[in-house]
């Protein structure tokens, strides 16, 4: 009532002058904070309210790349209330990317957010996961299904299945072309596609039966928009793999909008509550498709024998382990104890989840990536082809496998020179929440690291003339006329330390073969040489 009676009184210039002097205070308490804080670094003047968002566009490679042109190799931001400190060369990197499991310093990627626990991601999984007991335990799972030789083995085999199928949509489509082109020849046909659509297919067609065991077949609703002669695959769990594969797309975007985005935002804010809305929904439908894709496989398992031969897949691995169908049951028991329960399902689709949001889009970029280099530098090219042709001759059938694929080190090379001249992941964060010393400095809890990938790569005091496409950096190791890797934290596409991407060795065995099936067969020309590249940022 007292209350009441107070606000009654005032008039409406009180209240401006109470609006003014809480904003006053405001602004002074902000830059109180900010000239006060330790360790001052250069770095953008943050505004109050908006910080250094009026840099930000949402396009991170540019934001990172302009910090670190005016500000150097060890600056500041501020975004989203938080101090972020932007590392751009590799000296700093050695204690962030050192393994160590007994060092949790620098595990956490990024920290707790309400806006994650809203999306279904936090504590779950692996990528976002801040709390390290589980994710120690996820990703032991995670492993051990991915990084196994029988998974190799698997994803040698489905890459000569799906190249087969690639080559096949293509000759088809090229075919239809012939007689338009007045070509006799029928080996004489040619298309026009775009790579990058083509190449997020054929990812998202191997990760999904990877990691799934079922068959999703968006090649071929892809060549369905070109062809008059329509094939019909289908596979009733997933019924549309074109919505499928867009619907993790959409999740792996959503990320942002949860991680920047506060509840009151997300709820009401023009602009951001529709997209909030579809994202939800996506999120459901995600996570419906995944669960159903989950009983389907535990209740196949269920009703088999023990020691009936089992799937290679991800998901059959991620069911069996530690059960009576794992033969390496006792092997996985680990001295902390954190793996010796088979997981839930909803610890699976975790997993399942971040198999598919890391594995798709950054697989087809840096495929698209590279054929644009690889195109633009004829020398490249013609070497490239030559170690092919080596392995796999000219005009005789590819049966891919890994003890060839390996031995191609100069389509290595290029693979990694194209990886560093323009990163599919471009930011790299990790977390502290308690104190820590970095680069010469102690760092209060609660500061973010964020690794600029692109800035370190091209960092001219490790890679000379950096802005040039030159696969030698890599090749031949031993050979002192090349420029070699100079600090070993200097070329990190995959990041570093324990939270290393588990995805690496998959990568390798799809793009080689991906490479060698391209390049080796087919003469590939870009339609538009002065096109400029186009980079979506992935933020890990
Ligand atoms: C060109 C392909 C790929 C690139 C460039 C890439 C890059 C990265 C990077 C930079 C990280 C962050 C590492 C760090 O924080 O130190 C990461 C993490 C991760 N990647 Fe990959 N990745 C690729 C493919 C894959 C594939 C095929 C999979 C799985 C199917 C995968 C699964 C993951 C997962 C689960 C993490 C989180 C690891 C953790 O937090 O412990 N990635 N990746």
Known sequence: MAIYNIISCLKITDFLIIFVFTFLV???RFYYKYFTRPNPLPGPLPLPFIECSYLYDGDTKNFFTLLNKKYGDLCEYYLNGKRRILISSPEYLEKILTPSSKDNTFMIRLPHSEGYEEYGMAGRGIIVNHDIKSWRYNRHFFNKAILTPSFNNEAVKWTNIMTQELEDYWKSLGNLNLSKDNLKNENDWQIEIDMAEWAR???????VILITGERSYTMASYYNLYSLVKVTRSNPLIEDSERFVKAFSDYLFGLHFFMYFGYFSRRYQPGIKDTVKYLLNNRDYVFETLDNIIKKRRKEIEEMPVGAKLGH????????TNTERDMNQEKNITKDDISTRPMTNVEIRGNLLDAF??????????????????????????????????IFPPNTPYNL????????????????????IISVAVD????????CELAGYRWEAGTTFHMNINGIHSNENYWPNPEIFDPDRFYKKNDDMNNKVGNKFSFIPFGGGLRVCPGRKLTMIELISLVVVIFGKYDIELVDMNARQKQKAVQY
């Not at 297919?201 to 990760?207: A, C, G, V």
């Not at 698209?368 to 092919?388: A, G, N, R």
Request: aromatic share 14%; glycine share 2%.
């Open 26 to 28: 405001y602004v002074f």
């Open 201 to 207: 297919r054929f990812t998202s067609d191997m990760i």
């Open 357 to 390: 949001i890391a594995g798709v889009d950054t697989m087809a970029n840096r495929f698209s990536f590279l054929t644009y280099y690889v195109c633009h530098s004829p020398h490249v090219k013609q070497k490239m082809i030559d170690e092919i042709y080596t």
């Open 428 to 435: 790299v964060a990790r977390y502290i929440p308690n104190s």
């Open 401 to 420: 496998n890994y003890v060839d694929l390996i031995k191609l080190e100069y389509c290595d090379a290029v693979m990694n020179e194209a990886s560093r």
């Open 313 to 320: 897949d991800m998901l059959t691995t991620l069911i069996i």
